[in-house]
């Protein structure tokens, strides 16, 4: 086919890579403009634009895509046969919807109609699911509310992070998409649609989404510590000042725990550094940061300090 193919995040790259091995026509790649990120502010390229410049394709940036009539122009002379939506970060235009005969074909990491937004990765994780998966879907106007394609199941183990998931489902996504365009094209592949009665939101993450709420058991704080890799992460507040947990695990047991110990106290217990948590339950903190300071593995943490009886983090 003659593909229009609109992404910008790495997570976007095997799809594209995988259409052109299958031999589709990529005409045209749209990737976010570029923007300047860091502490030195430094201009960044998007992966899916470092990949189309190393394969020499066609490339556009547009500020805007809902009124913008040149590329309108632009995609309306080159008459795709499909466009292909992968994390592009950008709302399409009724415009576009109606331009392609086989319609504007996203690949959404989560098995519609759940985990519908913008961090579908990030929140099935975070809730602890141990199944997710992609779905691939002809885009409405609405909010990944389009009719599903193929669908493919991914399990989630139990210690993986978003950061590790997310590869696999662009690689597992990346040949779904192949797969659904050889459907459409042979016309084997029949359209579905969503149950919106079951469907459920993963909503942009906010940065008060890693903060951590101690009436959680520690399986659920670990959870979310999972999930929210790289941001927003976990964080508390220790002596009135920000703490970011950077690696923990649920503790084994609670045989030590003080009686009627209120949530986010902390223990120390030799080496190792215990928080009281919802259900009886202990979080086990390895490693953190301390406002101001360098991350820590959580023996040189308290090496500096002498913890109260009792004290609480939170």
Request: charged share 20%; hydrophobic share 45%.
């Amino acid at each position: 086919m003659r593909l229009v193919f609109c992404g910008t995040p790495q997570f976007a790259v095997p799809t594209l890579e995988a259409l052109l091995n299958a031999g589709h026509a990529v005409d045209l790649v749209l990737s976010q403009p570029d923007r300047a990120s860091g502490r030195g502010l430094e201009v960044q390229f998007s992966p899916v634009k470092q990949f189309a410049k190393r394969h020499g394709l066609a490339l556009s940036q547009p500020e805007k895509i809902r009124n913008n009539p040149e590329l309108q122009q632009q995609l309306g002379e080159m008459a795709p046969d499909a466009i292909i939506i992968v994390a592009y970060g950008r709302i399409i235009p009724p415009w576009m919807l109606t331009l392609p005969p086989y319609g504007n074909l996203n690949l959404h990491a989560s098995l519609l109609p759940k985990y519908r937004g913008a961090a579908p990765i990030q929140w099935a994780v975070a809730n602890g699911e141990t199944e997710t998966g992609v779905t691939t879907m002809r885009i409405d106007e609405g909010l990944d509310t389009g009719d599903i394609l193929l669908q493919e199941r991914v399990p989630i183990s139990s210690e993986q992070t978003s950061v590790e998931l997310s590869p696999i489902l662009a690689s597992v996504g990346a040949e779904l998409m192949v797969r659904t365009l050889t459907g459409l094209r042979q016309g084997t592949l029949r359209a579905v649609q969503q149950d919106h009665s079951q469907a459920t939101l993963a909503p942009l993450l906010q940065r008060e989404d890693g903060r951590i709420d101690w009436s959680r058991t520690a399986r659920q704080i670990y959870d979310r510590w999972r999930g929210f890799q790289p941001w927003p992460g976990a964080f508390t507040i220790f002596r009135e000042k920000k703490l970011i947990l950077h690696a923990v695990q649920v503790a084994a047991d609670n045989a030590w725990l003080p009686a009627g110990a209120s949530f986010g106290t902390m223990v120390r217990s030799d080496s190792r550094l215990l928080i009281v948590c919802g259900a009886g339950t202990v979080l086990d903190v390895l490693e953190l940061q301390a406002e101001g300071k360098r991350r820590m593995a959580v023996q040189a943490f308290l090496n500096g300090v002498v913890l109260a009886d009792g004290e609480r983090m939170g």
